[in-house]
């Protein structure tokens, strides 16, 4: 027994199209039927309007306009055809009336068509671009992951030179092995940074919260970033924006990871300062909230730029954002708005200013003041 031949897409849709074609033809038999049956003062035109609301979302703009010009003709038509009554100016003004509606109906209807068609391009295009984004993302994720592994197989290698378990190493041998594994633990920290943002960007960022002094933090980031500093005779800075003695600004938050904006913060500063000058970290408080602010002496920041400082991978085309990949400054972002905080820049007229601050701890009494601001 022969198989029957499976229907395709487009049989179904030319079957679709045959029935919808029927269905409106038998509309305007039915139509034409009442109207030319009954005297002229009777208008049944108005029952076109079901034929030109199927055409406009079954079928083509030019079937739909078709439809439409044949219903007002033969509505039109009925004035004169049968021909059995004379025809009043009531009589016109109901067929025009009709031919009015027919005609507001054809145009709504088309332009349905038109936004549903611009509605349908757009979400292809939305389609394509998450598409397109995904790949991007597990490409940038399965490249991070494979530099990582090679990455930290040379740091080890370059620790066993330094530590001579290869034989003897010559003090030139041991300044370039030094070069060499600062280079590479940029690179790691990069590649880091790079995996922590796509992470953050498709399943959020994870806080383990708990009570911190962001003084305490502060002063723990300029620690690290002192080496920096001094190489580029940098001097640094924490101080209260109000009081000369020490006070506790008390937040919920992950300790690691506010520590790596303010890390983040300190060496954009003092990669962008003149050598010589001075960056300071302003500790302070605004209206239930402690505040950061991390002052440069450099060459201040472009308005246009301002409000793209914190985008992923947004470089400037100012001298001051020439250094770096611009992820810093956003996983900054990441993680101060998913404290529920803020964060911004300002340009000074001999630096910049980079700021964020997040909600303060209530119902809690702050570390007692003790000694004075550290310098």
């Given at each position: 027994?022969?198989?029957?031949r499976?229907?395709?897409?487009?049989?179904?849709?030319?079957?679709?199209?045959?029935?919808?074609?029927?269905?409106?033809?038998?509309?305007?038999?039915?139509?034409?039927?009442?109207?030319?049956?009954?005297?002229?003062?009777?208008v049944?035109?108005?029952?076109?309007?079901?034929?030109v609301?199927?055409?406009?979302?079954?079928?083509?703009?030019?079937?739909?306009?078709?439809?439409?010009?044949?219903?007002?003709?033969?509505?039109?038509?009925?004035?004169?055809?049968?021909?059995?009554?004379?025809?009043?100016?009531?009589?016109?003004?109901?067929?025009?009336?009709?031919?009015?509606?027919?005609?507001?109906?054809?145009?709504?209807?088309?332009?349905?068509?038109?936004?549903?068609?611009?509605?349908?391009?757009?979400?292809?295009?939305?389609?394509?671009?998450?598409?397109?984004?995904?790949?991007?993302?597990?490409f940038?994720?399965?490249?991070?992951h494979d530099?990582?592994?090679?990455?930290?197989?040379?740091?080890?290698?370059?620790?066993?030179?330094?530590?001579?378990?290869?034989?003897?190493?010559?003090?030139?041998?041991?300044?370039?092995?030094?070069?060499?594994?600062?280079?590479?633990?940029?690179?790691?920290?990069?590649?880091?940074?790079?995996?922590?943002?796509?992470?953050?960007?498709?399943?959020?960022?994870?806080?383990?919260r708990?009570?911190?002094?962001?003084?305490?933090?502060?002063?723990d980031?300029?620690?690290?970033?002192?080496p920096?500093?001094?190489?580029?005779?940098?001097?640094?800075?924490?101080?209260?924006?109000?009081?000369?003695?020490?006070?506790?600004?008390?937040?919920?938050g992950?300790a690691?990871?506010l520590?790596?904006?303010?890390?983040?913060l300190?060496?954009?500063a003092?990669?962008?300062?003149?050598?010589?000058s001075?960056?300071?970290?302003?500790?302070?408080?605004?209206?239930?909230?402690?505040?950061?602010?991390?002052?440069?002496?450099?060459?201040?920041?472009?308005?246009?730029?301002?409000?793209?400082?914190?985008?992923?991978?947004?470089?400037?085309?100012?001298?001051?954002?020439?250094?770096?990949?611009?992820?810093?400054?956003?996983?900054?972002?990441?993680?101060?708005?998913?404290?529920g905080?803020?964060?911004?820049?300002?340009?000074?007229?001999?630096?910049?200013?980079f700021?964020?601050?997040?909600?303060?701890?209530?119902?809690?009494?702050p570390?007692?003041?003790?000694?004075?601001?550290?310098?």
């Amino acid at each position: 027994m022969p198989r029957s031949r499976p229907v395709s897409y487009f049989d179904q849709l030319i079957q679709a199209c045959h029935r919808i074609h029927w269905l409106i033809g038998v509309i305007f038999v039915l139509v034409i039927l009442l109207e030319y049956s009954t005297p002229p003062p009777y208008v049944f035109g108005y029952l076109y309007v079901g034929a030109v609301l199927i055409a406009s979302t079954r079928l083509s703009r030019r079937a739909t306009l078709w439809v439409t010009a044949v219903a007002i003709a033969f509505t039109l038509l009925n004035l004169f055809v049968p021909g059995v009554a004379a025809i009043t100016p009531d009589t016109v003004a109901n067929r025009v009336i009709t031919v009015l509606a027919l005609g507001v109906t054809g145009w709504l209807g088309d332009r349905l068509q038109s936004y549903e068609q611009a509605i349908t391009r757009q979400r292809l295009q939305l389609q394509a671009q998450e598409q397109l984004a995904q790949m991007r993302e597990d490409f940038v994720s399965t490249l991070t992951h494979d530099l990582k592994t090679p990455l930290l197989g040379a740091l080890e290698t370059l620790r066993a030179l330094r530590t001579e378990n290869f034989g003897p190493v010559s003090l030139p041998q041991r300044r370039v092995f030094e070069v060499m594994t600062r280079s590479h633990q940029k690179t790691l920290q990069l590649v880091e940074t790079l995996m922590d943002v796509y992470r953050n960007d498709a399943e959020g960022l994870r806080l383990h919260r708990q009570r911190l002094d962001l003084l305490t933090l502060a002063e723990d980031a300029v620690a690290d970033v002192v080496p920096l500093a001094t190489s580029r005779q940098i001097h640094l800075r924490v101080k209260d924006e109000t009081s000369e003695f020490r006070r506790s600004y008390c937040v919920h938050g992950d300790a690691l990871q506010l520590s790596r904006v303010l890390v983040n913060l300190l060496s954009n500063a003092v990669n962008h300062s003149r050598r010589g000058s001075s960056v300071q970290v302003v500790m302070g408080t605004a209206n239930g909230h402690c505040q950061v602010q991390i002052i440069d002496e450099g060459q201040g920041i472009p308005a246009d730029e301002l409000p793209h400082l914190f985008d992923r991978f947004y470089q400037g085309q100012s001298d001051r954002q020439a250094k770096g990949t611009g992820l810093g400054l956003y996983l900054s972002r990441q993680i101060v708005e998913a404290h529920g905080g803020k964060i911004w820049a300002e340009s000074r007229a001999n630096g910049a200013v980079f700021a964020f601050r997040l909600p303060a701890c209530v119902n809690e009494l702050p570390l007692p003041a003790t000694s004075k601001s550290t310098a």
